[in-house]
Nanobody, 121 residues
Framework: VQLQASGGGLVQAGGSLRLSCAAS????????MGWFRQAPGKEREFVAA????????IYADSVKGRFTISRNNAQNTVYLQLNSVEPEDTAVYYC???????????????WGQGTLVTVSS
């Protein structure tokens, strides 16, 4: 499966943005879809993940209560709703797939091109 993230842009602190991750190819029911981000000069970090075939989700503590991951199985798309964004959320956001329900980036594959989110203060 190939993944392509989109929806990034410039947003003011406190604002909202919705990112999309479109998948071309088959997403198996056992897959977990994850969002990660990488800020300038920092390592890539986990943001959120969701099982493709159940509502189970996991979030990084830094985004819990502000970001929401969701999916549309019919459209093969995973979303990340960003609310109450902060300048610290500025990063390139990536989506990827895994067969493990995990926050470990090494367990994910088929990384798509990222989308840049810039939060102004």
């Amino acid at each position: 499966v190939q993944l392509q993230a989109s929806g990034g842009g410039l947003v003011q602190a406190g604002g909202s943005l919705r990112l999309s991750c479109a998948a071309s190819g088959r997403i198996y029911s056992s897959y977990v879809m994850g969002w990660f981000r990488q800020a300038p000069g920092k390592e890539r970090e986990f943001v959120a993940a969701m099982r493709w075939s159940s509502p189970s989700t996991i979030y990084a503590d830094s985004v819990k209560g502000r970001f929401t991951i969701s999916r549309n199985n019919a459209q093969n798309t995973v979303y990340l709703q960003l609310n109450s964004v902060e300048p610290e959320d500025t990063a390139v956001y990536y989506c990827a797939a895994s067969t493990q329900f995990t926050m470990e980036s090494r367990e994910y594959f088929n990384w798509g091109q990222g989308t840049l989110v810039t939060v102004s203060s």
